[in-house]
Every structure is written in C-alpha cells, then in structure tokens.
C-alpha cells in the first residue's frame, strides 16, 4: 500500500512540475513578433502567453479565438494572431471540464496581451485566461517563445 502512495505522489508531482513540448515557430519569427509592430491597417493584434512556471508544466492546453485553433499552450510560449478590429472577439482555453473564456473588445492598429494561466481545481489543469497591460505583456513575452499556430489536439 505505501508503494502505491509513493507512485501516485510521483505521479501527481510529474504533472505539476513536468515539461510539455509543442511545436516552435523559427527563431526569426518569434523574434519578429517580439517587436510588437502595430498590426496590419484595420487589424488588432493579440499576444496569449502561458509563462514559463512550473505549475502544470506537463500540461498543454488549446487555446481558440473566435472559435479558431490558435494551438496549444505549454509553459514558456506565446502566440500572435491578427483580427479585425473594432470588434469583440472571444478568446477560450481549455479548462478541467468546459472551455475558460475571456470577451475582449479591440481596436484597430493596437496590439492586446492575454495571459493563460493554470489554476489547481479538483484535478490538475484548470486553465483561465486574463488580459495583462501592455507593459507587463512585453515583459513577459520578452522572455518566452513563439509557438507554431493551428495546432489544437
């Protein structure tokens, strides 16, 4: 019995603190997205980032914008991607039980900063979404990398 409780201990301890990989853009375009440009006339800019903790790290998590795969999340990626704006988009991450969402109205030519994060609920892997300033958006995404888009399990 004890063996079992130290193998589950383990277990649980491997999904918080583990090491998901996703697929990575080339070096060049993360660096590019890195500069924060406006983006493209009519268009707003979205940044979700998943920072590089260890809670959760054996994780990946699907992230959607107005219904389309964005890709999936592991710790220490970030994602761009351009919508229309002046609109409200729905941004989403899966969650335990149901997608999280978060409804952010954009304007046009300016860039937004949405951090994914992981919660502990009844079992590991809840995920929540919450927009961040500008300024801490930066710093955030300064330190991590760009994953490949379009790639949601």
Same mark, same amino acid.
């Given at each position: 019995?004890?063996?079992? %409780?130290?193998a589950?201990?383990i277990?649980?301890?491997?999904?918080?603190t583990?090491?998901a990989?996703?697929d990575?853009?080339?070096?060049?375009?993360?660096?590019?997205?890195?500069? !924060?440009?406006?983006?493209?006339e009519?268009?707003?800019?979205?940044?979700?980032f998943? %920072?590089?903790?260890?809670?959760?790290?054996?994780?990946? %998590?699907?992230?959607?914008i107005?219904?389309e795969?964005?890709?999936e999340?592991?710790?220490?990626?970030?994602?761009?991607?351009?919508?229309?704006?002046?609109?409200?988009?729905?941004?989403?991450?899966?969650?335990? !039980?149901?997608?999280n969402?978060?409804?952010?109205?954009?304007?046009?030519?300016?860039?937004? !900063?949405?951090e994914q994060?992981? %919660?502990?609920g009844?079992?590991?892997?809840?995920?929540?979404?919450r927009?961040?300033?500008?300024?801490?958006?930066?710093?955030a995404?300064?330190?991590?990398?760009?994953?490949?888009?379009?790639?949601c399990s």
């Open positions: 019995m004890k063996n079992v %409780k130290v589950a201990a277990g649980a301890l491997a999904i918080l583990g090491c990989s996703v990575m853009a080339s070096q060049e375009a993360s660096s590019a997205a890195k500069r !924060f440009e406006s983006p493209e009519g268009q707003a800019g979205i940044y979700v998943r %920072k590089d903790s260890p809670v959760g790290g054996a994780l990946k %998590k699907d992230l959607w107005d219904g795969c964005i890709g999340s592991a710790k220490g990626v970030f994602f761009y991607h351009q919508v229309e704006g002046d609109k409200e988009h729905e941004i989403a991450t899966e969650s335990e !039980f149901s997608p969402t978060l409804s952010l109205m954009t304007h046009a030519n300016e860039n937004y !900063f949405i994060y992981l %919660k502990m009844v079992f590991v892997g809840g995920a929540n979404l927009q961040v300033d500008e300024a801490a958006g930066k710093e995404i300064s330190k991590l990398d760009m994953a490949v888009k379009g790639n």
